[in-house]
């Protein structure tokens, strides 16, 4: 075998561990694409079969779903199958985390940040010598335990409609006379479902 094929298998390896590892429904998500690419490399490895460059893809990708409490937090991770560094080094999947809709923007922004610098710095002894398994668990490890420190507390009244926070159903009929556009009108039924308000407008009508 080749020094290509070489990474190849051993990449293919560290794949159907982590793979038999969260083979929960839903534990691990791939494309198509990238499950066939893996048949069709492990079909020419075990035939003895000597793999064109021009065939191998640069990489394969799948989402890991982390447990954060209630909620989970997807994290993608990115095998690379060329290695095209001169000196052999073994180069790490490169893991990254998928915004979850639980997080607003800036926490998202903070956890990545903290994530990086605390978990795949490469000035972490600890990391330039992990396997790429030892890596991604590392990475779910602290996800599990941190990430849920990064949600913005907030009280449930701070998101709360009107209705909500007076803890009853409130109806209230309005006539706004100056609503006489269809554009207006638009806008006020944009704005009604961001504020979790309900109901109809009709022209001519309160």
């Known amino acids: 075998m080749t ?4 990474f190849i298998c051993s990449q293919l390896s560290s794949i159907e561990l982590l793979r038999s590892m ?5 534990e691990l998500l791939m494309e198509d694409t990238d499950l066939n690419a893996i048949a069709n490399l492990q079909s020419a ?9 021009s065939t191998i893809p640069s990489c394969v990708n799948m989402t890991l779903a982390v447990p954060v409490g209630p909620d989970s937090l997807g994290m993608h991770v990115s ?7 001169t000196d052999l080094i073994h180069p790490h999947p490169t893991i990254t985390i998928k915004p979850p809709s639980w997080l607003d923007r800036r926490s998202y922004e903070r956890l990545s940040s903290d994530f ?5 710095s ?7 010598e992990a396997s790429d398994i030892d ?3 590392m990475a779910t490890e602290w996800l599990r335990d941190h990430a849920a420190s990064y949600r913005v507390a907030t009280s449930s009244s701070a998101h709360a409609s009107p209705a909500e926070s007076a803890g ?18 638009l806008d006020l039924i944009t704005y009604a479902q961001h504020y979790k308000l309900t109901g109809f407008i009709t022209p001519g009508k309160p």
Do not use: H
């Not at 990086?116 to 795949?120: A, D, G, H, P």
């Not at 009853?168 to 009108?185: A, D, M, N, T």
């Open 45 to 53: 490895v075990d035939g003895g079969i000597a793999i064109e460059p």
């Open 122 to 128: 490469p000035n972490t002894s600890s990391i330039t």
């Open 22 to 26: 969260f083979f929960g429904e839903g």
């Open 3 to 6: 020094s290509q094929q070489d």
């Open 79 to 85: 095998f690379p199958l060329m290695n095209a560094n």
């Open 168 to 185: 009853g159903f409130v109806r209230v009929w309005c006539y706004l006379p100056s609503l006489s556009s269809r554009e207006k009108r």
């Open 116 to 120: 990086s610098t605390e978990v795949l």
């Open 135 to 137: 890596l991604i668990m």
